[in-house]
């Protein structure tokens, strides 16, 4: 597999360089590969949802951390999001995202908030690693509103 390889190799460099923060991240994200592989999706992994859950987890940590006012531990979920985001495509700014679910709504003729569900799972799997579920659903919100 191409993209565990890619982290592997990831793994070592960061190793040889002593880069605690980024070998940290990327071992997270070895472990959540491993996972994968075990509960019988070995051939199966889809990485783009499989990062996405884990920068959805460390966004919620970062969270509960700055509530907690506990900026140290914040900072260092912030620092593992920036790596893993390294392996996403790249993101879609705020006006493409905004460009993308209006030419969505369009084609499926919605017009009102009942239609945000099919949206939603339209949008989800055009838009997958480009946008977050929440900022689609923030643009799907205005629009149908």
Sequence with gaps: MEFKNTIDNQIKE??????KSRLLALRAIKSAILLE??????????????????????????????????IDLADKESKEIKIIEEFL?????????????????????????????????IASKELEGKADNSRISVYVKKLLS
């Design 89 to 121: 495509p790249e993101q879609m700014n705020d006006n493409d995202l905004e460009i993308k679910i209006q030419s969505i709504i369009k084609a499926e003729g919605a017009s009102a908030m009942k239609d945000m569900g099919k949206i939603m799972g």
């Design 14 to 19: 960061s190793m040889l360089n002593k880069r």
């Design 37 to 70: 592989e075990k509960s019988g999706n070995e051939n199966n992994i889809n990485s783009l949802k499989l990062l996405m859950r884990l920068i959805k987890q460390r966004k919620d940590s970062r969270d509960l951390y700055i509530k907690q006012n506990r």
